[in-house]
């Protein structure tokens, strides 16, 4: 984990809310300090939808702790009762990510033995911590997942080109390769999470809708094409060195997994509009050496007996990594024609 924004507003809103909390003569503040914590959310739109769940489910677990408190008095297996209600109920309303706030909220009514003024004053600290976490959040450097999105992509791409580079030429240590592919397999859940952010950003929060799912289909396309480059490398660790092969087939492979890498690097420079024009366009080259590369790996197949067919696997997953890169080529120029 990396000190981001998101952290620093944290600190930022735990400490207001203490403030707010000091300045209103509030006893024992540190609800509205826990509360804070838990509304810091990575959207906008995650935190405005925080804010009215945690609202609602904060208001019914106070009046319930409320009832149960003055009959119950503060029992632990009443508190531990109502605990269980409170999380049914947030389960049924699908507001999970309110249950552990919420609980607190019972809790604390419920040790008061339900004293209203009591109450009162721990669900005004609830209101004050997510208030302040969420207005902290969208005026103060306000989260941009589009902009997290676009550097995790490129993140990415430059640790997948490093073992894509040395994948053939097998120059990287085992258990670095190993190490190396793990993490880009991690960072690649991490770049799902956040198209998942962005998803639900865009199509709830009112705005251009085409521009937005236009957005969305180019960026599911470059997850997808870094997708088709972890199956290479799977493809490559698990096929290519239990094959028979000449020095001339390595090279082959070498240098068409170079072009490729590389016609990948320039579809994310033309999205950042930071590469020239081309001429032909790029993408021309590189189908007709796609399908000029598979031609010759079946060929050479032909000539093989059939325990050696463990390089047009490896082949294959070469064309289908072109052919994503090229997609999403397109996909780049149409994007750019539309804004």
């Known amino acids: 984990m990396t000190f ?12 207001v809310s203490l403030y707010i909390s000091s300045f209103l003569h509030i006893s024992s503040p540190v609800i509205a300090a826990v509360a804070a914590i838990f509304a810091m959310q990575p959207t906008i739109y995650r935190s405005w939808r925080h804010f009215l769940e945690q609202l ?16 119950l008095s503060k029992d632990p297996f009443a508190i ?3 605990c269980v209600l409170v999380i049914m109920i947030c389960l049924k309303l699908k507001m999970e990510e309110t ?15 339900g004293q209203w003024q009591f109450a009162l004053n721990r669900f005004l600290q ?5 208030g302040t976490a969420s207005l902290i959040n969208i005026f ?5 997942p589009r902009e997290q999105f676009v550097a995790q992509i490129e993140s990415v791409f430059a640790k997948l080109s490093l073992l ?19 993490k880009l397999e991690d960072a690649l859940g991490g770049i799902e999470a956040k198209f998942k952010l962005l998803e639900e950003e865009y199509k709830k929060l009112k705005g251009a809708k085409f521009s937005k799912i236009r957005d969305l289909v180019v960026y599911q396309q470059m997850h997808a094409t870094l997708r088709k480059g972890l199956d290479v490398l799977e493809a490559v660790e698990q096929h ?25 690097e320039h579809v994310l420079l033309k999205f950042d509009e930071k590469l020239k024009e081309t001429e032909p366009p790029e993408i021309e080259r590189v189908e007709a050496e796609s399908n000029r590369f598979m031609r010759e790996m079946m060929a050479e197949n032909r000539e093989r007996p059939d325990e050696d067919l463990r390089l047009a696997i490896v082949a294959a997953s070469l064309f289908d990594y072109g052919y994503q890169i090229g997609r999403l080529d397109k996909l780049v120029e149409q994007y750019h024609r539309g804004s």
């Open 4 to 15: 981001g924004a998101r952290m620093l507003k944290t600190g930022i809103a735990v400490t």
């Open 56 to 71: 609602q489910t904060n208001t019914l677990g106070a009046v319930l702790a409320l009832g149960a408190g003055m009959y």
């Open 80 to 82: 531990g009762l109502m």
């Open 99 to 113: 249950v552990g706030l919420t609980l607190v909220t019972v809790i604390a009514v419920m040790e008061a033995s």
């Open 126 to 130: 609830i209101l004050i911590g997510i």
């Open 140 to 144: 103060f450097i306000p989260p941009n």
């Open 164 to 182: 894509l580079r040395t994948a053939v030429s097998d120059e990287l240590k085992e258990s670095v390769f190993r190490d190396e592919k793990r």
């Open 240 to 264: 290519y060195f239990q094959a028979d092969r000449s020095e001339e087939i390595d090279k082959a492979f070498d240098r068409h997994l170079e072009k490729l890498i590389k016609f990948h």
